[in-house]
């Protein structure tokens, strides 16, 4: 259904420098979700136990590092979600997929009304500002279009 493996191969055998964090159980997953208490969409959840997270070094996406949902360090979706929630007033339904410099913050909308988009949160103004892609799969596959 999704095709993560292809994608990944794909920009791991492009001259880009990679970093992947390892596959995610679907416990830790779930753990994560309950941490957060997010649902996250089918597609982003079979991303995370493809690959756990990462990307294109100095671009990564947000993940579970090292199969421990726990984590909360840069680069896990704990950490930048919790820290958007707190310091930028992240509404609770989105989950934190990318943050640079904070400036820039890349969200999946987990609401019901949301239906899994990627979105764009500007912490300036604390507000979701636009629509970046329909679903993670969609985004992904953009992300490695590209770079690759």
């Given at each position: 259904?999704?095709?993560?493996?292809?994608?990944?191969?794909?920009?791991?055998?492009?001259?880009?420098?990679?970093?992947?964090?390892?596959?995610?159980?679907?416990?830790?997953?779930?753990?994560?979700?309950?941490?957060?208490?997010?649902?996250?969409?089918?597609?982003?959840s079979a991303f995370l136990e493809?690959?756990?997270?990462?990307?294109?070094?100095?671009?990564?996406?947000?993940?579970?590092?090292?199969?421990?949902?726990?984590?909360?360090?840069?680069?896990?979706?704990?950490?930048?979600?919790?820290?958007?929630?707190?310091?930028?007033?992240?509404?609770?339904?989105?989950?934190?997929?990318?943050?640079?410099?904070?400036?820039?913050?890349?969200?999946?909308?987990?609401?019901?009304?949301?239906?899994?988009?990627?979105?764009?949160?500007?912490?300036?103004?604390?507000?979701?500002?636009?629509?970046?892609?329909?679903?993670?799969?969609?985004?992904?596959?953009?992300?490695?279009?590209?770079?690759?």
């Amino acid at each position: 259904m999704y095709d993560y493996q292809s994608l990944i191969q794909k920009i791991d055998s492009s001259d880009e420098e990679t970093f992947w964090f390892g596959a995610a159980s679907k416990d830790q997953i779930q753990k994560l979700e309950n941490l957060l208490q997010l649902s996250f969409p089918e597609d982003f959840s079979a991303f995370l136990e493809v690959c756990g997270g990462g990307g294109v070094v100095e671009s990564e996406i947000c993940g579970i590092e090292k199969n421990d949902a726990t984590l909360a360090r840069g680069g896990t979706i704990n950490y930048s979600t919790n820290y958007c929630r707190s310091d930028y007033d992240l509404p609770a339904d989105l989950a934190v997929i990318f943050l640079k410099d904070d400036e820039i913050c890349w969200a999946i909308n987990c609401s019901p009304q949301g239906k899994g988009k990627v979105v764009s949160y500007n912490i300036f103004r604390k507000q979701i500002e636009k629509t970046l892609a329909e679903n993670f799969y969609n985004f992904f596959k953009h992300y490695i279009e590209i770079r690759a």
